[in-house]
């Protein structure tokens, strides 16, 4: 039984990744999870220099789901290589970086220094709907999408995977402008912009108002922009949005996507990412699937 | 540090809206004072653990206790759990208060409301070390519905502050510690906001040391999502910038170290 | 105390309505709902002649919501104003009619049909994501949601409700467009487009492969939109989006609804829109609300 | 028509995955064979409503019979269920068995699989009606567990197919009819889709009548959001285009004004 997918010419032992902003850097999880049985860790957004990040309250809970507004608070890119991707490579798995910026220029410069690394793919999130500066922007528009891309392939000597935004009109007309700029793969979807209000108090729920919604209430609108991305491209696809156990991790290959990522639902179940990856083998069993790639976007 | 479903051994109804439930885990052997767990409502539509202080922990019995106010849909599910039934819980989380801190100290342990809880296995850990050189309690109330209060009289003299002066001192913990002209070396708090800002004023004023435990709304609690951050004066080791994670960092800090 | 709300003219007992397509033109939920107690009835989609809908299974049910692609199957104008407009004019209620279309003249001969009926307003319907024709591409595209909007403002004898799709990149424009184009108000969100696979049969769950996802699901995504629109608009909104109870339709008032409708829950709980009206009311009383007004857009 | 919260009386397995369930409630003096009820699962991330036929009904002691198999998340929790605990259920929903149309006729009840629970509440009214001329039943099981058999008997003389040839003819409710030679005045059927087809196909030829039970993905159960629609030779009369409503404009179609 083959479980193994490649994206973009770097091999992953089988299609089960963290979703950026919800594993860390892999260390906290791997009390529950051995991290040598998954396909990556694909580690919370680094910028050029630290980000505080936003306010508390940060993170609230809805029907099916959570919204966040983590505002991207990270260590910035120098603490990161040097304290993460050691801890990381003490594993055999693959490892993605998810870089932000502020600007074209924070990007290049997270890439650049990523560039000597021992980091197997880059994640471009360029869809992060909880910072001001207004990084989702790069997301929203095909042309920006375009531009961005386009600079960071210039630079990056890993594979570069460009993170989709689904606060669009039209996932596959970004899909087609990532890929015609050289995206090597692409990822989505990022959060849902989202909102809570506390009608006791009759405030927000988040200090940042609006956050993304994740979880498996999104699960149908991450799977419908997957397919939809996935017959506009011929880049392979990491699909997540809602992705809580083996059944949801087989939908989304079906829809279209090479890999899945377990993002909130992490949180709710720590081991969900091991247990997928038996109950991924399981299925292939039961259903006398040879080869994992069969699946892939195979639904009528 | 696990998920494990285990069983719940009792509860009860202490006062209004309070519950006190105890659950059988080995989760207890390894617990200490101030640390908390996280419970995994049964009801799919509500997927985040709700942090709980833990309450009392019984090593040799391997049994956990927990009280908790019902504000919301899960403590609501939690209070309807019965004796032999499944609870999720994701254990221990967090670092305890400081015991190595007290040694020829007096200790003031302060509980405001539903912060009352963890106070109690500090209060009986603090005795059974046996370290510092005298223990005090004050534990503030609303109104003269007290819970634990006996329950910590078993190891500490515990002192009552109320909202409405039915019982002891009226006014909050702060209150009555000044009505009682009772001074601390090192305090151990845990309440609302308001309580444990006006402690780390007061030990900053006094130059005595302050343990707080901190809340916030938790997504993961075990330090991978950032969303329970609190400020704090100096860059944090971890995140390399002024932001502690409760869950992992805290829940307890030095009140001087965190800005409130 | 003060329940009653106006909308471009119309006086509405109270605000709560149901949601187009929903609620059937109330018949049917008759049998629970007192319908004079309700400050709408919305209908389901009508239009100029008898449409057959799309092929079954046309509903599937997802986490915490439910995929549709009923594909606005009507019995056409002709028969709406025989017998439902009557139904409907037995009860002491206001009177919305949901209009769909697959060309602009559609449209037009619809809203001219009705303007000699005794209906109280007309809800444009350029939102309805299960429908091949594409009449949702009016409710993608800013330049198209202003011209459909003032032809129909030409024609329309009464207050004219443009509803909008969420799946757009930038409500706010959208709001802004149909309000520029003399629109009376909005009514937001409709559903968001989603799908779902059977991972045993790899078959999609609905036969029109995308549907809509409505429910609680979507309730986070339709508040900030609200919100969002409120914020870019003067002409009152309808808020709808996963409303089960008291408390989510106070907060789409808090974030800027002048009125709520209740869709996919009416499915799961008959009773919803009832309890809601007495909700409302209890909910004035505890927090001394004379007026329901003040709770429009209160939130801070 | 209302919702309720209904009292499960007790809950047994019949066979492989399949339930039987006695429920307490006043909707059980209006019922009629071929109805169905909803049930609400209590798990709040699933919503919809779950369909079920009235399986027996009896109307004296306003009990309820439903018998379901466990498919998916809503029917799993069903078969949790105990003696004594809540169900929320709406009902009675949809049309019943013609029973006007049997007067000195040969009715034969056909019921495949999860099809037969209906057959048994039609069978004890078309008995007790007293005006068919003869009843027969016809019940296709995949193997010899066989489950509400025994109850049919009380009322009508049963046949028996099996898919394995275990019990009775080898093959499904056809192959028996026609290796037994039974010849119908009417067919009652409820069953898989092919089935249906084929008893319509059947009553064409044979010219007898055929009504058929439907099932279809529902959302609302009472005819609001059009979800649940078959395909009619003619126009239908609420919807003006060639749809009939199955849950309430059925379940239970004549076979031949319908295309399946
Ligand atoms: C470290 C820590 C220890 C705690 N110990 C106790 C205790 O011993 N006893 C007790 O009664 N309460 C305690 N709390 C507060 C308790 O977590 C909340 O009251 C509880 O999560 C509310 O859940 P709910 O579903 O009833 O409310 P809801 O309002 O329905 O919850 C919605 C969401 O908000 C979160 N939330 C709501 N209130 C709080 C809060 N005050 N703090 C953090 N998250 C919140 C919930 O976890 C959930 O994700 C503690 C909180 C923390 C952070
Ligand atoms: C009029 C009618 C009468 C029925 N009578 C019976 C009966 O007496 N006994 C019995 O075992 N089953 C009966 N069914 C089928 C039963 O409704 C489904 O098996 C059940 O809804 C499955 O729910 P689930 O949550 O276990 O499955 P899931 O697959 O988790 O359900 C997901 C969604 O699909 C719907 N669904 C799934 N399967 C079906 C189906 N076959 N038909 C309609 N909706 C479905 C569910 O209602 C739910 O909304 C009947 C269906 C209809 C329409
Ligand atoms: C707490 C949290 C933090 C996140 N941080 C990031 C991030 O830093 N970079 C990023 O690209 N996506 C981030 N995301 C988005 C997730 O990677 C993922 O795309 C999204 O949550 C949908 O998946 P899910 O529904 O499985 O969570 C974050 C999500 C959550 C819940
Ligand atoms: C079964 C169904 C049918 C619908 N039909 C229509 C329609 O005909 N016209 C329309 O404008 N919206 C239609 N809608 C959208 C709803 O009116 C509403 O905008 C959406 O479902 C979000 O609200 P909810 O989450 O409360 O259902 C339909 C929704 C459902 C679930
Ligand atoms: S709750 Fe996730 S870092 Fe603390
Ligand atoms: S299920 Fe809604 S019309 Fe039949």
């Known amino acids: 039984m083959n479980t193994k997918v490649t994206i973009a010419g770097v091999e992953f032992k089988n299609p089960v990744m963290t979703a950026s902003g919800t594993f860390g850097s892999g260390m906290e999880y791997s009390q529950f999870v051995d991290l040598n049985r998954l396909g990556a860790v694909v580690t919370k957004g680094v910028a050029n220099v630290p980000w505080e990040g936003n306010p508390t309250p940060r993170v609230a809970e809805t029907y099916g789901g959570m919204l966040n507004a983590i505002g991207l608070q990270n260590p910035g890119v120098d603490v990161f290589i040097q304290r993460d991707i050691p801890f990381l490579k003490q594993y055999d798995t693959k490892i993605i970086v998810n870089v932000c910026g502020k600007t074209v220029e924070d990007y290049l410069e997270v890439v650049e220094r990523l560039g000597d690394t021992e980091v197997d793919m880059l994640e471009i999130n360029v869809s992060c709907p909880n910072v001001k500066e207004g990084a989702i922007a790069f997301g929203q528009k095909a042309g920006c999408l375009y531009d961005i891309t386009s600079q960071i392939k210039k630079k990056a000597k890993q594979p570069v995977i460009m993170k989709l935004s689904p606060n669009v009109t039209d996932i596959a007309e970004m899909a087609a402008a990532a890929e015609a700029a050289g995206a090597d793969a692409l990822s989505l979807i990022n959060t849902i912009t989202g909102m809570k209000i506390d009608i006791h108090k009759r405030t927000f729920a988040l200090a940042n108002k609006t956050g993304g919604l994740s979880g498996p209430a999104i699960k149908p609108v991450a799977v419908r922009m997957v397919y939809q991305a996935s017959r506009a491209v011929k880049i392979p696809i990491i699909g997540m949005g809602g992705i809580a156990d083996t059944e949801d991790a087989i939908e989304f290959m079906l829809a279209g996507a090479t890999a899945v990522a377990v993002g909130a639902m992490n949180f709710v179940n720590p081991y969900a990412t091991a247990e997928m990856v038996e109950g991924i083998e399981k299925y292939m069993t039961k259903y006398q699937i040879e080869d994992i790639n069969a699946l892939v976007g195979a639904v009528e | ?260």
């Open chain 2, 1 to 260: 540090m696990k998920k494990v479903k285990a069983k719940v051994i009792s509860q009860a109804e202490l006062s209004d809206d309070i519950y006190d439930m105890w659950i059988e885990s080995d989760l207890a052997a390894t617990a200490k004072a101030g640390q908390f767990i996280c419970v995994y409502p049964h009801n799919e539509s509500i997927l985040l653990p709700r942090p709980i202080s833990i309450c009392e922990a019984d090593r040799e019995k391997n049994i956990l206790r927990i009280v908790y106010r019902v504000v919301g849909k899960g403590t609501k599910e939690l209070s309807y759990y019965r004796d032999g039934g499944d609870i999720n819980i994701l254990g221990n989380l967090g670092n305890g208060f400081p015991l190595e801190e007290v040694a020829g100290k007096h200790v003031v342990l302060m509980g405001g409301g539903i912060g009352i809880p963890p106070m109690l296995q500090l209060a009986k850990d603090l005795k059974r070390a046996g370290e510092a050189e005298e223990i005090t309690a004050i534990a503030g109330y609303r109104n003269d519905r007290l819970f634990l209060k006996e329950d910590m009289q078993k190891y500490v003299s515990v002192h009552v502050a109320t909202e409405d002066g039915s019982v002891g001192t009226k006014g909050n913990v702060m209150d009555a510690m000044s009505a009682l002209g009772i001074r601390a070396d090192v305090i151990m708090a845990c309440g609302p906001m308001p309580m444990l800002r006006a402690i780390k004023q007061y030990a900053k004023k006094e130059g005595c040391k302050a343990y707080i435990s901190l809340e916030e709304r938790m997504a993961c609690g075990v330090g991978a999502c950032l969303g329970c951050v609190c400020k704090t004066k100096e860059k944090d080791e971890h995140s390399h910038v002024n932001n502690a994670r409760i869950c992992t960092d805290g829940p307890v800090f030095n009140a001087q170290d965190v800005e409130i």
